[in-house]
């Protein structure tokens, strides 16, 4: 087995993804940034994960991925764990980009396996040493399983990894199937891997508990609720937090199946947090009866990012 950090505290429950934020003409918004910061403290969350997809990664520079490294880092001043995405095709980039998030103190870096578009992608003793290069970085590891990459990642190779490289102490499962794959990668790593985590909002949430996972990696809409939920499940309360994740699903799935990583900031600025849910061009803006209904289904659930901003207003 292969170590290069100290042993650290295992993160459980909810790490959502923190939206990057920009003001209307697509400017970064650090002060937005800040508040954003702030708002998820309040919410109680066990976590952040910030440059992952749903922070836009991808619409960002190199300068501009550091200074919202670095505002970010200020900001949460070690009173939550930092998760900072650190993908990249290239091993020596990927390399760099821990770096500099084990230096900013990120308590674990996140990344997807080594690809170009849906063809360029390595094989599995190409993967194997470029995530020895990175835990070389002293940093614990999430490997993301997204389905936005192509490489596949079984469950043999993923329990490989987390036997040989003690840094890879996580993983996100995100793809179909998700609750299988968790409980098959429970049976086949056991206590090599005892970060399962799950992705994609949190939509099968209830299931992926009960195959073994102990967090959900969420946006940024409900962490509040959805942290709630897994330590409710985690601490015997099985049949409470299903019913209150049953309760949140129809927004969760709103969220998942027709927003996107727009849903978030429209819900931070309807709640007061921001002042422009704007995204990067090209990507398109939400539909008004989207949004409509997003908001309507965050407001009937009262949700904290809505509710908590007009508790503050009326204190």
């Known amino acids: 087995m292969i170590s290069h950090s100290a042993g650290t505290t295992l993160v459980t429950g909810a790490v959502p993804v923190m939206p990057t934020i920009f003001d209307d003409d697509g400017g970064l918004d650090l002060a937005g940034q800040a508040r954003v910061v702030e708002h998820l403290i309040d919410a109680e969350v066990d976590g952040i994960c910030v440059h992952a997809n749903y922070s836009e990664q991808f619409s960002l520079t ?11 880092s200020g900001q949460a001043a070690g009173r939550v764990p930092l998760f900072v995405t650190t993908s990249h095709y290239s091993t020596r980039v990927a390399v ?7 230096d900013a103190g990120a308590s674990a870096v996140m990344l997807m396996p080594p690809f170009v578009g849906a063809t360029i992608r390595a094989g599995e003793q190409e993967m194997l040493h470029y995530f020895e290069a990175v835990a070389a970085v002293g940093v614990p590891i999430m490997i993301q399983d997204a389905p936005m990459s192509p490489t596949p990642l079984s469950v043999p190779f ?3 990894l987390a036997r040989e490289i003690e840094e890879v ?20 790593a056991g206590d090599a891997l005892p970060g399962l985590f799950d992705g994609e909002e949190g939509v099968t949430l209830i299931p992926d508990l009960a195959a073994g996972a102990v967090g959900t990696m969420c946006s940024a809409s409900v962490p509040h ?5 897994v330590h409710d499940y985690l ?27 727009a ?44 509710s908590s901003a007009t508790e503050a207003a009326r204190a």
């Not at 996580?170 to 098959?184: D, M, N, P, S, T």
């Not at 947090?273 to 209904?293: K, L, N, Y």
């Open 62 to 72: 190199d300068s501009e991925r550091q200074r919202v490294l670095e505002l970010v």
């Open 225 to 229: 609720e959805l942290g709630r939920i």
């Open 96 to 102: 760099e980009r821990t770096r500099a998030a084990r």
């Open 158 to 160: 993923l329990a490989k």
């Open 169 to 188: 102490k996580y993983v996100k499962i995100e793809v179909a199937g998700a609750a299988e794959k968790l409980r098959a990668l429970k049976a086949a």
């Open 263 to 306: 849903a978030c900031k429209v819900l931070l600025k309807e709640g007061g947090v921001i002042g422009s849910d704007a995204m990067r061009a090209p990507w398109p803006r939400m539909h008004p009866a989207v949004r409509e209904t997003l908001v309507r289904l965050a407001r009937s659930r009262s949700v904290f990012a809505i």
């Open 235 to 261: 601490s015997g309360h099985e049949d409470e937090a299903s019913e209150a994740w049953e309760a949140l699903l129809p927004l969760i799935h709103f969220e998942n199946r027709q927003c996107g990583p």
